[in-house]
């Protein structure tokens, strides 16, 4: 099965702020007072007005001290926030006592807290908080006094209706516990997927601008190093034999023509400094990407094919660069000997597909991946399975939102039997390439049929 990575599950980064039990606490004040008061004064039911005015009044008295003794945008431990929730679970467990016990409808509302503590606080936490409501509607069931109801008549529910409330106040509590817990912990786990995404293309962003400098300050400094070396080379012509002057002279110009080969290299990237790598035809982008598994002792084949003179070219874009890099990475990773990479370009679209002939992916986790920490990918093949295969995490999630964002589809796929591997197919259409500036005519002015480059 798909494993759950945990990142996530830091609670105490994610604690609940103050201000927010503060404005519902309010609004329970409200809604028990408005209640309260509608039952004993325009129904005109018998009850115990005092005692539950009090018990209301208690929770407004905790508001204001709260109030006025923490800012309100303080933020919460878990404990703390625990005893708070637990502290709304006795107050309205009192007023149910009060006011018919499981009888009063309004009874369901004792399981608020839980859902709110699943959403925030640690499982831990969530659970002795759920413990404790079960114990709270256990009493209510047992001791409470009368349902209000008119002068003179009494409504007294059976003996097994109230079991059934309770049975269903019970159930409520483990269903909307782990509901809660499991929306919230989805969520904060595409946040943290999504900040990561942010970070590693803000990396890319920032390496593409450094590449940039460096080939611009090549270009720039190539002009007074050559001055230097013309002016350190003319010295030493100038000076006497045996001249003090003559071992320093041509030490400058060694070093100088030292700079000039470091500056070569810079500019050797582009034959245009102003454009330095920022303009690349597709097979150049896939080289680049293939470059760093050259030692990995797996062949990777790039093979090209596509209508002559319109291959795609344009500006180097670090999303894709890295979204292609993190799934050939992973092809390399999972492939035997081979990994495939094949590139078709037309009118219409633009299509990537890289295969290995490696396990594949696994039936029970294809259709996860990509969501954010799905971290297993099985390496069964024939019948034998090697559970500690890793990978296709938070990486492949990455990759893939990187890439739907520049208007690709992914489709993932394993090869038909007898062959075994796992295929992603990327697909832009050319439209979409044309907005990303990653399309027009090469410089060559050729396509490509065959295979381009091995590794």
């Known amino acids: 099965m798909p494993e759950q990575a945990p990142p996530s599950h830091d609670f105490g980064a994610r604690r609940l702020k103050l201000d927010t039990l503060v404005r519902l606490r309010w609004l329970a004040v409200i809604g028990q007072t408005a209640t309260v008061v509608f039952v004993r004064f325009w129904l005109e039911y018998p009850m115990p007005i005092g005692l539950c005015l009090a018990a209301i009044a208690l929770s407004a008295w905790l508001n204001l001290f709260i109030k006025i003794r923490y800012p309100s945008s303080l933020r919460l431990q878990g404990r703390t926030a625990a005893l708070l929730l637990a502290y709304d679970v006795l107050q309205l467990s009192v007023l149910l006592s009060l006011t018919g016990g499981l009888q009063n409808p309004f009874a369901v509302l004792i399981i608020v807290p839980v859902i709110v503590s699943a959403t925030t606080l640690a499982p831990r936490l969530t659970v002795m908080l759920g413990g404790l409501v079960i114990v709270a509607v256990t009493a ?60 590693v293309l803000a990396r890319e962003q920032h390496l593409w601008a450094l590449d940039g400098l460096a080939a611009a300050a090549a270009h720039e400094l190539g002009t007074p190093l050559a001055t230097i070396a013309l002016v350190s080379k003319e010295l030493e012509r100038e000076l006497p034999p045996g001249s003090p002057y003559a071992e320093d002279v041509a030490l400058l110009r060694s070093q100088s023509q030292r700079c000039r080969d470091i500056l070569g290299k810079l500019t050797s990237l582009s034959t245009d400094p102003g454009q330095h790598v920022d303009r690349l035809p597709l097979s150049h982008m896939l080289a680049e990407v293939v470059e760093p598994h050259a030692d990995t002792g797996i062949d990777i084949q790039v093979k090209f094919s596509g209508e002559a003179g319109s291959e795609p070219v344009g500006r180097r874009n670090p999303s894709i ?108 259409s050319r439209e979409a390439m044309d907005r990303l500036g990653i399309s027009g005519k090469s410089d060559g002015g050729e396509g490509h049929d065959g295979p381009s480059a091995h590794s």
């Open 321 to 428: 660069l890295y979204g292609i890099g993190n799934l050939v990475e992973n092809a390399v990773d999972f492939a035997e000997t081979t990994v495939e990479i094949a590139a078709k370009w037309n009118a219409d679209n633009v299509s990537l597909t890289i295969a290995d002939d490696g396990p594949g992916f696994a039936s029970e986790v294809i259709d996860h991946i990509g969501e954010p920490y799905v971290t297993t990918r099985s390496r069964a093949i024939e019948g034998v399975e090697d559970h500690e295969a890793g990978g296709l995490g938070l990486g492949f999630f990455i990759a893939k939102t990187l890439l739907e964002r520049t208007g690709a589809r992914l489709d993932l796929s394993n090869r038909e039997a007898p062959a075994h591997g796992a295929i992603v197919r990327i697909v832009w």
């Open 140 to 199: 209510l069931g047992l001791w409470h006094m009368p349902l209000p109801w008119p002068a003179g008549e009494a409504l007294t529910m059976p003996y097994l209706y109230v079991l059934g409330v309770w049975v269903a106040l019970v159930s409520a509590v483990f269903f909307m516990g782990v509901y809660a817990f499991r929306v919230a912990e989805e969520a904060r786990q595409l946040a943290d997927a999504l900040t990561a995404t942010e970070l």
